[in-house]
């Protein structure tokens, strides 16, 4: 029976630098939900797909093929059998992400394939309804968050590294209806599960972050494995 830890939280709250970490250090597969999402995203855009074309999305869903694989120092994203890492983080697939995302057939398609990913290993999932309507049942909940302002530096950040360099009250604006929209989301809306542990990581190291949560996790591990002895 696999092991799961479930990372939710807004648009640059660390749930991805996080659980790219507590993945390795458990040697549990990382799935990052929100990358699958803007694969389909760049898969559309690079195809002119209009989102009303229902016909030719379930045509990209059908031939696309995800999946990650370990890197140097973080987990890369392959589409197709192309490295996608950095194109999926250009601002052009985030501003278009949300609206893909919103779709019920693209969320349909991923939610299995999300599922059929931690059937076979113990998973660190991260995005923004893993704990609520991917895998409710996670052994393990978090959601983390950040100060606004916080937030959008360290997006603005990853944009500039990508070679993208936005003042930081536009990068504000965005990441407000980016976090808008997906709260608002019909399916798989930006949620807090009742059962999460709630973490503001604003004034916090990625060291002192992980030492908290791995924390947390050695102790529902533990709590498992006595379970099934």
Same mark, same amino acid.
């Given at each position: 029976m696999s092991f799961i830890v479930a990372i939710d939280g807004p648009t640059s709250s660390g749930k991805s630098t996080i659980a790219n970490i507590i993945a390795k250090e458990l040697g549990f597969v990382y799935i990052q939900t929100g990358a699958m999402y803007r694969c389909v995203t760049l898969e559309l855009l690079n195809n002119k797909v209009s989102l009303s074309n229902s016909e030719q999305i379930r045509k990209i869903l059908e031939r696309i093929n995800i999946y990650f694989v370990k890197g140097q120092k973080r987990q890369r994203v392959i589409m197709n059998g192309k490295d996608v890492t950095e194109l999926i983080r250009t601002k052009n697939v985030t @501003?278009?992400?949300?609206? !893909?995302?919103?779709?019920?057939? =693209?969320?349909?398609? +991923?939610?299995?394939?999300?599922?059929?990913?931690?059937?076979?290993?113990?998973?660190?999932?991260?995005?923004? @309804?893993?704990?609520?309507? !991917?895998?409710?049942?996670?052994? =393990?909940?978090?959601? +983390?968050?950040?100060?606004?302002?916080v937030r959008a530096k360290r997006k603005q950040q990853e944009l500039a590294q990508l070679g993208e360099n936005l003042e930081l009250i536009n990068v504000l604006k965005s990441m407000y209806k980016w976090d808008e929209d997906a709260i608002k989301r019909k399916d798989g809306a930006l949620k807090r599960a009742k059962d999460s542990i709630f973490i503001d990581s604003s004034e916090m190291s990625v060291e002192e972050l992980k030492g908290k949560m791995m924390g947390f996790i050695k102790e529902k591990y533990k709590e498992k494995e006595e379970k099934y002895i």
């Open positions: @501003d278009y992400c949300s609206d !893909v995302a919103s779709l019920s057939e =693209v969320r349909h398609k +991923l939610l299995q394939e999300q599922r059929r990913m931690s059937s076979y290993s113990n998973v660190v999932v991260e995005g923004r @309804d893993t704990g609520t309507t !991917v895998f409710p049942n996670a052994d =393990v909940k978090f959601f +983390l968050t950040a100060n606004p302002i």
